[in-house]
T-cell receptor, first 114, second 110 residues
Framework: SAVISQKPSRDICQRGTSLTIQCQVD?????MFWYRQQPGQSLTLIAT?????????ESGFVIDKFPISRPNLTFSTLTVSNMSPEDSSIYLC???????????FGSGTRLTVV | DAKTTQPPSMDCAEGRAANLPCNHS???????VYWYRQIHSQGPQYIIH???NNETNEMASLIITEDRKSSTLILPHATLRDTAVYYC???????????FGQGTELSVKP
């Protein structure tokens, strides 16, 4: 089955700093996605990342706050910039392996901002 | 916004069938119904999907009404490990975004 690795699995960060989350997939995929899951809530899509083009952000999310890179077909990063306690969430990446079953998800990065 | 409506929570006795309903009255002709689940502290896991016919795999069965406005996910013999939040999502088969609603929190009890 498809494997998605996310790093770090968790982190505690100081407000005002930035954290970059890495997502590595085990085979080439066209589309990768980044989600946020706030405590006790459902998943909210942040952006879609396609290789070779700028990420497409959902309403309420902006590139300055959540810059995304997609340098090749197996890797993506999400940066959470100028963090505040409200950014404390689980961040998950997902990939469209273009097979039956839709998308595969990583295990997430649990971020706490203090 | 999510295009589905699910009850926020349900209970099920271990060994019994769990029937999780979902309403998707605005579903388009090219949209599939997908079900995922999220066990605590893990990423969502695909369960099953369908267009208009009923589907079954090793995990579950999916029953879609003839008008496609609602569906039911059936876990035939629920176990304690099936305790999770279950999400019903509609999307196109290829390239469509997964937009999550609030899901149903299923508690399987001994």
């Amino acid at each position: 089955s498809a494997v998605i690795s996310q790093k770090p699995s968790r982190d505690i960060c100081q407000r005002g700093t930035s954290l970059t989350i890495q997502c590595q997939v085990d085979s080439q995929v066209t589309m990768m996605f980044w989600y946020r899951q706030q405590p006790g809530q459902s998943l909210t899509l942040i952006a879609t990342a396609n290789q070779g083009s700028e990420a497409t952000y959902e309403s309420g999310f902006v590139i300055d706050k959540f810059p995304i890179s997609r340098p090749n077909l197996t890797f993506s990063t999400l940066t959470v910039s100028n963090m505040s306690p409200e950014d404390s969430s689980i961040y998950l990446c997902s990939a469209d392996y273009d097979r039956v079953g839709g998308y595969t998800f990583g295990s997430g990065t649990r971020l706490t901002v203090v | 916004d999510a295009k589905t409506t699910q009850p926020p929570s349900m209970d099920c006795a271990e060994g019994r069938a769990a029937n999780l309903p979902c309403n998707h009255s605005t579903i388009s002709g090219n949209e599939y119904v997908y079900w995922y689940r999220q066990i605590h502290s893990q990423g969502p896991q695909y369960i099953i999907h369908g267009l208009k016919n009923n589907e079954t795999n090793e995990m579950a069965s999916l029953i879609i009404t003839e008008d496609r406005k609602s569906s039911t996910l059936i876990l035939p013999h629920a176990t304690l490990r099936d305790t999770a939040v279950y999400y019903c999502i509609v999307r196109v088969a290829r390239g469509g975004k997964l937009i999550f609603g609030q899901g149903t929190e299923l508690s399987v009890k001994p």
